[in-house]
């Protein structure tokens, strides 16, 4: 990153006119804002009612609405705001609960896909929501859901073969609430963990037992909102008068092809395992404080069916974590990256590996470390495996006694926090690097945060800046964090990349303005090739 000179732009419109419609909360690569005089987005910019958000190859851009719902572009897309309104009286976008009738949004989806999920609108009003396909209108009653319309442009995702079958229509699934698609006058309910398929010119719509890749992925890697996907549960439940299918037909398959759907090639589909609803395990505290709620945040560049990376924040209760003597995270409950939009979890063992770079920092409250050598255990829906660490780390900062967390509401004002700490980067070829400069900036008055990172690993040095925001607007607890670097530069071979981070407060309220006194963050950095991808965990203090 340049030297840091950033200024947080705010999220929130305060002006009860509303001119916009909202605005842009991350950009990552080219992305256009199409109107009579177009402009080259950059995050920050508003967005007005009868723009179209048009997202490049290999883009990205994330959009925050006035009414607090946000839309996650795919690359390649091409995204219309038709109608935007709301009432009156509602002043301050991101805190309004309902909207009636006055508030309506209408948007279209022209080329590519989306995730998303719902604001005010719609939840007051199910009939102020609607998003238009080339196949159909979708509405809402609250929800949180992916749709991608490939129509020979869905070819960008990672393993997908020459000669692969990929159906021309809309993909649709749904992580949280009910969507009602209107396809050919005959409406659908598609619910919480159902996946369907609406072809291109007719035909009888189809019931997937499993997203494929292209709902959750594009050349670009994944996408995402911020904060990662929600907490929608798999269904079995059958939507009457459509084929129950694991993929569209043909899906995969070309003419004497006899691989098994997705056995030889899982870049095509990524199977969802089911519902996770908690595990029973043995997770006997190793002291008195680690019975306690506790923040984690971690990253690891590959997990076994899994191969992307993953920088996630958790928020675990005393019964999904366990410590060693010293104090050192030895096993967790977390999210696992399934590359759909229903999110499951598994529980991470120490296994054989062993526990490196362990260090505390007793202003901040925090302890971080990384674990190294041997074999992790992952156990996902009562099915264990192991992820060999022989060549990468799981790498992880957590903090103290968190049963109270920091609370946030009342501190107003920008805060640079101080690196104290770190974990040594690693990358996914064996290679231990070195943290050099890192940064973290909070701006509570606007839930934003920005990170810089300058890291060496293997002879290449790594510079990385990107931003996020805070609680609500991430999809996270009020004192959680998670964002995107969105400009990568890797010297010296002149490389770019892409990556994400996530984190959250922590310490007593010392900080300037009352903020937290300390925040912990870990992080995944991918080069643009997907040769490479580097992870690493860092802790800071208040100044």
Same mark, same amino acid.
């Given at each position: 990153?340049?030297?840091?000179?950033?200024?947080?732009?705010?999220?929130?419109?305060?002006?009860?006119?509303? &001119?916009?419609?909202?605005?842009?909360?991350?950009?990552?690569?080219?992305?256009?804002?199409?109107?009579?005089?177009?402009l080259?987005?950059?995050?920050?910019?508003?967005?007005?009612?009868?723009?179209v958000?048009?997202?490049?190859e #290999?883009?990205?851009?994330?959009?925050?609405?006035?009414?607090?719902?946000?839309?996650?572009?795919?690359?390649?897309?091409?995204?219309?705001?038709?109608?935007?309104?709301?009432?009156?009286?509602?002043?301050?976008?991101? #805190?309004?609960?309902?909207?009636? &009738?006055?508030?309506?949004?209408?948007?279209s +989806? +022209?080329?590519?896909?989306?995730?998303?999920? *719902?604001?005010?609108?719609?939840?007051?009003?199910?009939?102020?929501?609607?998003?238009?396909? !080339?196949?159909?209108?979708l509405?809402?009653?609250?929800?949180?859901?992916?749709?991608?319309?490939?129509?020979?442009?869905?070819?960008?995702?990672?393993?997908?073969?020459?000669?692969?079958?990929?159906?021309?229509?809309? @993909?649709?699934?749904?992580?949280?609430?009910?969507?009602?698609?209107?396809y050919?006058?005959?409406?659908?309910?598609?619910t919480?963990?159902?996946?369907?398929?609406? /072809?291109?010119g007719?035909?009888?719509?189809?019931?997937?037992?499993?997203?494929?890749?292209?709902?959750?992925q594009d050349?670009?890697?994944?996408?995402?909102?911020?904060?990662?996907?929600?907490?929608? #549960?798999?269904?079995?439940?059958?939507? /009457?008068?459509?084929?129950?299918?694991?993929?569209?037909?043909?899906?995969?398959?070309?003419?004497?092809?006899?691989?098994?759907?997705?056995?030889?090639?899982?870049?095509?589909?990524?199977?969802?395992? %089911?519902?996770?609803?908690?595990?029973?395990?043995?997770?006997? !505290?190793?002291?008195?404080?680690?019975?306690?709620?506790?923040?984690?945040?971690? $990253?690891?560049?590959?997990?076994?069916?899994?191969?992307?990376? @993953?920088?996630?924040?958790?928020?675990?209760?005393? &019964?999904?974590?366990?410590?060693?003597?010293?104090?050192?995270?030895?096993?967790?409950v977390?999210?696992?990256?399934?590359?759909?939009?229903?999110? +499951?979890?598994?529980?991470?063992?120490?296994?054989?590996?062993?526990?490196?770079?362990?260090?505390?920092?007793?202003?901040?409250?925090?302890?971080?470390?990384?674990?190294?050598?041997?074999?992790?255990?992952?156990?996902?829906?009562?099915?264990?495996?192991?992820? *060999?660490?022989?060549?990468?780390?799981?790498?992880?900062i957590? *903090?103290?006694?968190?049963?109270?967390?920091?609370?946030?509401?009342?501190?107003?004002?920008t805060?640079?926090?101080?690196?104290?700490?770190?974990?040594? /980067?690693?990358?996914?070829?064996?290679?231990?690097?070195?943290l050099?400069?890192?940064?973290?900036?909070?701006?509570?008055?606007?839930?934003?945060?920005?990170?810089?990172?300058?890291?060496?690993?293997?002879?290449?040095?790594?510079?990385?800046?990107?931003?996020?925001?805070?609680?609500?607007?991430?999809?996270?607890?009020?004192?959680?964090?998670? %964002?995107? @670097?969105?400009?990568?530069?890797?010297?010296?071979?002149?490389?770019?990349?892409t990556?994400?981070?996530?984190?959250?407060? $922590?310490?007593?309220?010392?900080?300037?303005?009352?903020?937290?006194?300390g925040?912990?963050?870990?992080?995944?950095?991918?080069? *643009?090739?997907?040769?490479?991808?580097?992870?690493?965990?860092?802790?800071?203090?208040?100044?």
């Amino acid at each position: 990153m340049q030297a840091f000179a950033i200024i947080l732009l705010s999220l929130v419109c305060l002006n009860p006119a509303f &001119a916009g419609a909202g605005k842009l909360l991350f950009v990552s690569g080219p992305v256009t804002i199409e109107r009579p005089t177009p402009l080259q987005a950059s995050a920050g910019d508003s967005i007005e009612q009868g723009d179209v958000i048009a997202t490049g190859e #290999k883009a990205r851009a994330q959009l925050l609405m006035n009414d607090g719902a946000r839309i996650a572009l795919r690359s390649g897309s091409r995204f219309r705001i038709d109608e935007f309104s709301l009432p009156a009286a509602v002043t301050a976008p991101v #805190k309004a609960t309902t909207a009636n &009738a006055s508030g309506r949004t209408v948007s279209s +989806l +022209l080329k590519g896909g989306f995730r998303t999920t *719902s604001g005010a609108i719609g939840k007051g009003d199910p009939a102020a929501y609607a998003v238009r396909t !080339p196949v159909g209108t979708l509405g809402i009653r609250g929800t949180r859901y992916a749709a991608v319309w490939c129509t020979g442009d869905c070819r960008d995702v990672p393993g997908v073969l020459p000669g692969d079958v990929i159906l021309d229509g809309l @993909y649709l699934a749904v992580d949280e609430g009910v969507v009602v698609f209107d396809y050919g006058g005959v409406e659908f309910r598609v619910t919480a963990g159902q996946v369907m398929f609406f /072809p291109a010119g007719g035909g009888s719509p189809e019931s997937l037992d499993r997203a494929p890749a292209w709902l959750d992925q594009d050349g670009a890697g994944r996408f995402q909102l911020a904060g990662g996907g929600g907490s929608g #549960k798999a269904s079995e439940a059958a939507l /009457p008068g459509v084929n129950e299918r694991r993929g569209p037909a043909g899906e995969g398959k070309v003419q004497g092809d006899t691989r098994p759907p997705a056995a030889d090639n899982p870049g095509i589909e990524q199977q969802i395992q %089911g519902t996770f609803q908690g595990e029973t395990v043995d997770l006997t !505290p190793a002291g008195p404080q680690s019975a306690q709620r506790r923040d984690l945040a971690w $990253s690891v560049a590959a997990l076994t069916n899994a191969p992307s990376g @993953y920088a996630s924040v958790e928020d675990v209760p005393a &019964a999904s974590y366990a410590l060693d003597g010293n104090g050192n995270l030895i096993r967790f409950v977390g999210d696992f990256p399934t590359g759909s939009v229903v999110t +499951l979890s598994a529980t991470y063992d120490l296994g054989t590996a062993a526990v490196v770079n362990a260090i505390s920092g007793p202003i901040a409250v925090l302890r971080w470390g990384r674990w190294s050598g041997g074999d992790m255990g992952v156990n996902v829906n009562g099915t264990p495996s192991t992820t *060999s660490l022989t060549q990468q780390s799981l790498h992880w900062i957590l *903090s103290g006694n968190a049963d109270a967390a920091p609370v946030l509401s009342a501190v107003r004002g920008t805060v640079a926090y101080t690196l104290v700490g770190a974990t040594n /980067p690693t990358d996914n070829a064996g290679n231990v690097g070195t943290l050099g400069t890192a940064s973290l900036t909070a701006d509570f008055t606007n839930n934003l945060v920005a990170s810089t990172l300058g890291l060496t690993v293997a002879g290449n040095t790594w510079t990385a800046s990107g931003s996020g925001a805070i609680g609500a607007q991430a999809g996270l607890p009020a004192h959680q964090f998670a %964002g995107f @670097y969105d400009t990568i530069q890797i010297d010296p071979i002149q490389g770019t990349g892409t990556g994400t981070f996530s984190g959250f407060f $922590s310490g007593p309220s010392t900080g300037p303005g009352g903020a937290p006194a300390g925040t912990g963050i870990t992080f995944n950095l991918n080069d *643009s090739l997907g040769q490479f991808q580097v992870n690493g965990a860092a802790a800071f203090v208040a100044p």
